[in-house]
């Protein structure tokens, strides 16, 4: 059997980021002009940062097969406890998450801190 869940707003606060060259985290947002300018260094997921998009700068990290960065996997990432409750009776393999940032993911796909979400209610950035 494969599950399918939607994404939660409610991320845990410790997921940690992608680091753009100069090592600030990315933010990974649906509108980077919208957002305060606060020093971190904000970005849609198919931006392109030295010749790749981060789309795909996070598919090789996941391949790799290391986390250096902690990465939290997709369904670590939410707070909502129905994601740890899969997590529990389900493997890695049968359940995929629909993120509102990174598509259709794997369970167990590293996934860096994101505020992108399907809600229309969401801040404009």
Do not use: H
């Not at 990432?77 to 940032?101: E, H, T």
């Amino acid at each position: 059997m494969i599950v399918v869940i939607q994404c939660a707003g409610s991320k845990f606060a410790d997921a940690c980021s992608l680091k753009e060259e100069d090592g600030r985290p990315v933010q990974f947002v649906a509108q980077p002009k919208c957002a305060p300018k606060d020093g971190v260094f904000y970005a849609r997921p198919d931006d392109v940062s030295d010749g790749m998009t981060w789309r795909d700068k996070l598919l090789r990290y996941n391949q790799t097969g290391a986390n250096p960065l902690g990465l939290r996997r997709a369904i670590d990432l939410y707070r909502p406890p129905i994601y740890g409750a899969l997590a529990v009776a389900l493997p890695a393999s049968d359940l995929f998450i629909l993120s509102a940032g990174w598509g259709l993911i794997r369970a167990d796909f590293l996934t860096p801190a994101y505020d992108i979400t399907f809600s229309t209610q969401a801040a404009p950035f």
